[in-house]
T-cell receptor
Framework: AQSVAQPEDQVNVAEGNPLTVKCTYS??????LFWYVQYPNRGLQFLLK??????LVKGSYGFEAEFNKSQTSFHLKKPSALVSDSALYFC?????????????FGQGTELSVKP | DAGVTQSPTHLIKTRGQQVTLRCSPK?????VSWYQQALGQGPQFIFQ???????QRGNFPDRFSGHQFPNYSSELNVNALLLGDSALYLC?????????????FGDGTRLSIL
């Protein structure tokens, strides 16, 4: 069965510093990986996806993610954090890639960026 | 360009009642998926609709049912509500069911069961 794990419940970063939110995955075939962000009392906003190609994927709001097949990881990164980046971040993997299908989400990581 | 819209935003029900939640997909999208997000958890997939048919279903009981209309909008129905059904219910839409297509989420319906 496909699964994702986000090993950190919370990440604290000072504004202006780089940030990393970790994600590892387990799939039986080629992975289809996604990052979403959720602000309080809102739905999930799509940030970026990895389907195939370059291991470094660029997304919205200055975020990027690094795909590492040997370590089965897909960590979310940003060179310089903003206070407004404080939110809940979810990594997700697509089930049944040949048929589209559901997204399987991790438990989420709460990012707190302090001024 | 309107995104995914869900109604109502909040709902309070009692055990045993039935509820219907509604979703209009983003313009140009024809596939709708429903997720349940319990407090402090990641979203859990309920089911997906495409061409007015349920295409895939998660590990949810038959009390959870849905429908998709010709205009691609969708409803989620839950019968015989339990306290454990209290959650944020999220609708997501996409253009087709292909794996390349990201799902775009609405802001959800917060369902509270008393």
């Amino acid at each position: 069965a496909q699964s994702v794990a986000q090993p950190e419940d919370q990440v604290n970063v000072a504004e202006g510093n780089p940030l990393t939110v970790k994600c590892t995955y387990s799939v039986s075939g080629n992975p289809y990986l996604f990052w979403y962000v959720q602000y309080p009392n809102r739905g999930l906003q799509f940030l970026l996806k990895y389907i195939t190609g370059d291991n470094l994927v660029k997304g919205s709001y200055g975020f990027e993610a690094e795909f590492n097949k040997s370590q089965t990881s897909f960590h979310l990164k940003k060179p310089s954090a903003l206070v407004s980046d404080s939110a809940l971040y979810f990594c997700a993997v697509r089930d049944s890639p040949n048929q589209g299908g559901k997204l399987i989400f991790g438990q989420g990581t709460e990012l707190s960026v302090k001024p | 360009d309107a995104g995914v819209t869900q109604s109502p935003t909040h709902l309070i029900k009692t055990r045993g009642q039935q509820v219907t939640l509604r979703c209009s997909p983003k313009s140009g999208h024809d596939t709708v998926s429903w997720y349940q997000q319990a407090l402090g958890q990641g979203p859990q997939f309920i089911f997906q609709y495409y061409e007015e048919e349920e295409r895939q279903r998660g590990n949810f009981p038959d009390r959870f049912s849905g429908h998709q209309f010709p205009n691609y909008s969708s409803e989620l129905n839950v019968n015989a509500l339990l306290l454990g059904d209290s959650a944020l219910y999220l609708c997501a839409s996409s253009r087709g069911t292909g794996p390349n297509q990201p799902q775009h989420f609405g802001d959800g319906t917060r369902l509270s069961i008393l």
